[in-house]
């Protein structure tokens, strides 16, 4: 989903260390500071999170990226209900 949305690999490695790179603009660090808050249990956004998103987004497009991360969480969980292992499709990410 990455690759398609136009991330290089390099921005894709850089995700998981997001906070200091200089690869990611406010917005993006934003979005994932959101999709990490939401993929925690409990799930806790912080007001001045949800703020920060609201500055930069209209609120069609906060019930689409709550929905995307909130899908995307759904997946994982089942995934690992049901023991469904990595399709792999990261093993060629650097090419």
């Not at 409990?42 to 991360?69: G, N, W, Y």
């Not at 209900?81 to 990595?86: E, H, N, T």
Request: aromatic share 8%.
């Amino acid at each position: 989903m990455g690759r398609r949305a136009g991330l290089s690999a390099e921005e894709l490695a850089a995700i998981v260390d997001f906070e200091p790179s200089p690869r990611f603009c406010d917005l993006d660090k934003a979005v994932l500071r959101y999709a990490q808050a939401m993929s925690r249990t409990p799930v806790v956004v912080a007001d001045e999170l949800f703020a920060e998103l609201a500055r930069h987004l209209d609120a069609k497009q906060l019930v689409e990226l709550t929905s995307a991360i909130a899908w995307e969480n759904y997946r994982a969980r089942f995934d690992h209900a049901l023991d469904i292992a990595s399709a792999g499709f990261l093993d060629g990410a650097d090419g």
